[in-house]
């Protein structure tokens, strides 16, 4: 990768990554950016949201250098969704993967939540099948 700009003036810029990778990545892409390209500081987020953050703005969670957070923070406070007048961003942590690894427990609690549902949903389905339980319940109470 060529640069254009004369090295003194990398030291102002930042790359933010917005997809999702695992934490690890992130670490070595900072490495490597940070080998190559000493003045550019790397940034990775964590991005949730779905279709309703499409529409709606995001939550962000980036992980990386302060001063780079700090220099992306009014753009990405304007983006991120707003719940009671507050962004829903915030710096994870000077880990260029600390935003991803927030997002992969996020991931974790959402899928878990989602698990719980359906087991939920197959007791309830069990119990209905086989008359209820035991209070008067009719299957078409259920």
Not at 104 to 125: F, P, R, S, T
């Amino acid at each position: 990768m060529r640069c254009a700009c004369p090295r003194t003036e990398l030291s102002a810029h930042s790359l933010a990554n917005g997809s999702f990778d695992r934490y690890e990545n992130s670490e070595k892409r900072a490495a490597d950016l940070a080998e190559k390209f000493p003045g550019i500081q790397y940034v990775a987020m964590g991005v949730s949201g779905g279709e309703e953050g499409a529409r709606k703005g995001p939550s962000i969670m980036p992980g990386g250098p302060v001063e780079a957070y700090k220099a992306l923070e009014p753009i990405l406070q304007k983006v991120a969704a707003q719940v009671d007048g507050e962004a829903c961003v915030t710096h994870c942590g000077i880990g260029s993967g600390c935003g991803n690894y927030v997002k992969m427990v996020h991931n974790g609690i959402e899928y878990g939540d989602m698990q719980l549902i359906a087991e939920a949903y197959a007791v309830m389905k069990q119990v209905r099948l086989r008359g209820g339980l035991g209070r008067g319940l009719e299957r078409s109470d259920c």
